[in-house]
């Protein structure tokens, strides 16, 4: 009896065979080429899904100085997903200059991503800063912010409105960097500025 008729006769088992062996040998160069397996950035034990009440939480940038503390009276993290949920957070964005105040703030919600580089405030957002030497307490209201805390900046396509002593300035979309003390306003705006004291 010939190979070929035997073949024929156990077709079937014979596909069987063929198809196994062509998945063995696609397995074998997808292992071979495929990408290396993303490294896992996380160090320490694998965190499980929680949730936390009044959580306080500290972020720290590479120098080792914070740069930004949260709060929340309800905190929620997800299993399988390292990103954190708050209801109600309060934040402070330290101001990393002597003598100048941090930014306090305020949110309906808000996420944090899973390194903590980013931070969503969702709904209304207040902010403000104390006054200090000669500049006035300033009060930032808007909506919506993306911010980003290890770099000090922030931004939203929300209205925005900024009072600071007696200048007002609102606008539709806002970019702010806190370090340099920068505010653009992208659209519709609109300004007042007292006079200056002689």
Known sequence: MSLRLWLRDRRLPAATIAIALAAGVAQILLWWFGPA???NDFVGPPRSGYTLTDARMTEFNAEGQPSFHLQSPHLERREG???LYLNSPTFQLPANQAGVPDWQGKSLYGWVNKS???LKLQGPVDMHRAAFRD???AQIRTADIT???KQNRLETAAAARMVQGGTR????GMRA???DKHLELLDDVHATFPPRKR
Not at 169 to 172: A, K, L, M
């Open 37 to 39: 397996p993303r490294t």
């Open 81 to 83: 997903d390292d990103s």
């Open 116 to 118: 903590g580089t980013e």
């Open 135 to 137: 500049a006035p307490a």
């Open 147 to 149: 911010a980003w805390p």
């Open 169 to 172: 300035i609102s606008g539709i």
């Open 177 to 179: 960097d806190l370090n």
